[in-house]
């Protein structure tokens, strides 16, 4: 008998000990971590909300921004809400940058609503609306280092597998319509690729499915948390998720964080119009009665002045132009859809284009032949080919192999006369009324002038945000001396102006304004600056007159 009493206290005190460490394992739900609980962590009804996210985080709407993009916006969100450092590192970064916010607010106004019926139509999270800030600022023509571009920043082969067209005519990544659905449907295959892990799904959009793949294998194989935010990620993917949820956050929290939000109604601003052929962006413009640099905002995909000769042909309309552009296209006898000597010299320079492609990459050196004989016969410098080459001297021999760079002359450089740019302290100014959607940088892109001239003639900053109405003041003398109008009094035939590359800037941007091609632009520039534009640099434009 008093053996079982004892087994029996026995038993009844492991029961005991059991029943307190099992209490005290248990996490407060008041204590605070600054990372998220890692997944093995997290209780069920968590980890449904995590992988499942349209439970919906509700916010209170204010009343200003009742029938707004804002509200719809905000309908939309999904993602939890999540306390982290990083997340509150970048979302004072923001808070102490408003000017930047109202811009990229301005830049969104043409794109959000056709966003929202992408995002919308995938069922995938609202937050997702907000990636182009983090991704290009809102620019549709922004372009990086690592051969990305658009307002999605699609790599070419990316771009490709996701239906986007890329040409010497025409980039759809720079597409607003066309990458606005491909990147909502990458984005949703990623969702469902890490089972409604939002998280990872952004993160391998940042940083590659596979790469994101192999950071949680090695987790696993430490024994180790996969959660994002336990994962070993380089800083711009660590940065990236953070980034988004940071400004979600303040446009969830507007008036809480003093952010105004700009009013853009809850209607379409532009409506896609299949034009049926080859059209002429200017031509298209005027039938649209809409100045040219708000239609080419709407339609930045295309790298001549009319839409590519094989398509596409959708274009998108402001929507209360809509109407009256299909009338007056209807109207508009079939060949004058296209300036045909302005298609003629596109066309042949892009045979010129193709043609400079197709030159061998290696040449081998025959005998008599010099160093400058065979970079005058490769359009390209001696310089360039020891460089590519390693070569200590311009000494050759026959049968030696040679690597060609790409080429580098620009054609007619005997007929160059470059143009003097005013002193813009003494030039004559004109005075503009700023118009709505209007920025500091983008009124400086229309007179071809830098942001800070703007700023410092109308003695504001950089971070000012314009307003509308606003008289601002404008020198015009620095315009001229690179306006191809202005150019057309010369009497010399053609004129080298060298640009100066400004923040957003693309060649096909460049182009447009001096009404030559991008394949000109790059056979007048070397490959390593008209491949990466980056503010400040030259590039040779040469104008016939």
Request: hydrophobic content about 40%; aromatic content about 8%; glycine content about 4%.
């Amino acid at each position: 008998m008093m053996r079982i009493n004892f087994n029996r206290s026995v038993k009844l005190l492991s029961v005991l000990v059991f029943l307190i460490a099992t209490g005290c394992s248990t996490t407060s739900k008041d204590s605070f971590n600054d990372r998220p609980p890692a997944s093995s962590e997290l209780d069920n009804s968590y980890v449904r909300h995590a992988l499942h996210p349209f439970g919906k985080q509700k916010y209170t709407v204010p009343a200003k921004y009742k029938n707004t993009v804002w509200e719809r916006l905000l309908s939309l969100y999904s993602l939890p809400e999540i306390e982290n450092e990083r997340i509150n590192r970048e979302l004072n970064w923001y808070l102490r940058h408003p000017a930047y916010l109202a811009r990229v607010q301005q830049r969104a106004e043409p794109y959000l609503h056709l966003i929202l019926d992408e995002v919308e139509a995938k069922n995938i999270p609202g937050e997702l609306a907000l990636l182009p800030i983090v991704e290009s600022a809102f620019l549709p023509e922004a372009y990086s280092k690592s051969d990305a571009s658009g307002l999605w920043q699609f790599i070419p082969a990316t771009g490709r597998l996701y239906g986007l067209q890329q040409n010497a005519w025409y980039d759809g990544r720079r597409d607003v319509y066309a990458s606005t659905k491909a990147a909502t449907s990458f984005l949703k295959h990623l969702g469902e690729t890490f089972d409604g892990d939002w998280h990872l799904a952004l993160a391998s959009y940042n940083y590659g499915k596979g790469n994101v793949r192999k950071a949680i294998e090695k987790n696993e194989n430490l024994n180790l948390a996969t959660d994002y935010w336990s994962l070993d990620l380089p800083k711009e993917t660590a940065d990236y998720v953070p980034r988004l949820l940071a400004v979600a956050k303040i446009f969830a929290n507007a008036d809480k964080y003093n952010i105004n939000l700009q009013h853009i109604p809850n209607k379409p601003y532009c409506e896609l119009v299949d034009v049926k052929s080859q059209l002429d962006l200017n031509k298209a413009a005027e039938l649209a009665n809409t100045p040219l640099n708000e239609f080419l905002k709407l339609n930045p995909g295309f790298n001549y002045s009319s839409t590519a000769p094989q398509g596409p042909h959708h274009l998108l309309i402001p929507v209360d132009k809509a109407h009256l552009f299909k009338q007056n296209l209807a109207q508009l006898p079939y060949d004058e859809r296209v300036d045909l000597k302005r298609y003629h010299n596109e066309t042949m320079a892009q045979v010129r284009h193709d043609e400079i492609q197709t030159l061998p990459s290696k040449h081998k050196v025959k005998a008599g032949e010099s160093l400058a004989s065979i970079a005058d016969k490769n359009n390209t410098t001696t310089k360039s080919i020891r460089q590519a080459n390693h070569l200590a001297s311009n000494t050759l021999h026959s049968g030696m192999l040679l690597k060609m760079p790409a080429p580098q002359k620009a054609a007619a450089p005997q007929l160059a006369v470059k143009t003097k740019t005013a002193n813009s302290k003494s030039a004559p100014s004109q005075v503009y009324i700023v118009k709505k959607g209007d920025t500091i940088w983008s009124i400086a892109q229309k007179f071809s002038v830098s942001d800070k001239d703007v700023a410092e003639w109308n003695n504001i900053t950089l971070k000012t945000a314009v307003v509308l109405g606003q008289k601002l003041t404008i020198k015009t003398a620095s315009q001229q001396a690179v306006a191809p109008r202005a150019v057309a009094a010369s009497t010399t035939g053609v004129h080298l102006i060298s640009y100066t590359v400004k923040q957003g800037d693309s060649l096909a941007q460049i182009s447009r304004k001096f009404n030559v091609s991008v394949a000109d632009l790059r056979k007048w520039n070397p490959p390593e600056i008209s491949n990466a534009l980056t503010p400040g640099k030259k590039l040779k434009v040469i104008l016939n007159t």
